[in-house]
């Protein structure tokens, strides 16, 4: 994608229609939470933050980006082969370090994961004991369907309530772009399961993206053509969110 300075990313949000947004700190940026903790400390009215850190990322340090706004840590949990498939990001192991103050702070643990993976990592982040949010729901070949053991596994977390999931990326499950038809099901299916555990993204500007540049206005357009009831669709882009 092109450069993404905050600048463009708040025109984005006044161009789709958000009051607030939450930025996540992106793998490109490795390990560096600069520019979204600059962003986060000049629009403190308007945005929160998702950030990463090592496990020699001290509490005060923490604490520190809470009073910025960060709000949650996120993990790389996805996996090809049985390896990490981007080396970039922190793992989940590290989560164990940092789940007192995460949890003194009120802060979730935010998941990039393959669904397929999620029978084998839910006991994991059982013992964690966090709220979870996994990331573009569930990140999986929409191909497969919404019946995998995997995808049906956060179904169940979402539905038990301590896990969330982004109604977003549907362009990363799908690469028939511009409507992405095969993510639909998984996004209904959510809706169905637990609306109160939901919240939506944009995914801008759409990082290490395969196929065709998405439009986050269209994203928006489709979330609201698939989720018909506008009670729901209030609660998952304003109040889970704000919660």
Not at 103 to 111: N, P, S, V
Not at 118 to 139: A, N, Q, S
């Amino acid at each position: 994608p092109p450069d993404a300075p905050c600048e463009k990313y708040l025109a984005m949000l006044d161009t789709v229609g958000f009051d607030r947004g939450v930025l996540v700190q992106g793998s490109a940026h490795g390990r560096d939470n600069s520019a979204m903790l600059d962003a986060l400390a000049n629009h403190r009215d308007r945005l929160r933050g998702v950030a990463v850190a090592d496990a020699d990322v001290s509490a005060e340090v923490l604490r520190k980006w809470h009073q910025i706004g960060v709000r949650g840590l996120r993990f790389n949990h996805f996996l090809r082969g049985g390896q990490l498939h981007y080396k970039g990001g922190i793992p989940l192991a590290v989560a164990k370090t940092h789940a007192p103050v995460m949890a003194e702070l009120g802060w979730h643990l935010q998941l990039w994961i393959d669904a397929k993976d999620m029978p084998d990592t839910v006991p994991v982040l059982k013992e964690i004991g966090l709220p979870v949010v996994v990331d573009h729901m569930g990140r999986t070949d929409a191909r497969a369907g919404i019946q995998t053991a995997g995808f049906q596994s956060l179904l169940r977390a979402v539905g038990e309530g301590w896990c969330w999931s982004k109604l977003s990326g549907a362009h990363r499950l799908s690469q028939n772009a511009p409507d992405y038809p095969e993510a639909r099901a998984f996004h209904e299916a959510l809706v169905r399961e637990n609306p109160e555990r939901l919240v939506w993204g944009g995914d801008w500007p759409h990082p290490r993206i395969e196929g065709k540049m998405p439009n986050v206005g269209h994203l928006f357009e489709l979330f609201q053509e698939w989720t018909r009831d506008a009670a729901v669709r209030q609660r998952i882009l304003g109040n889970n969110p704000a919660r």
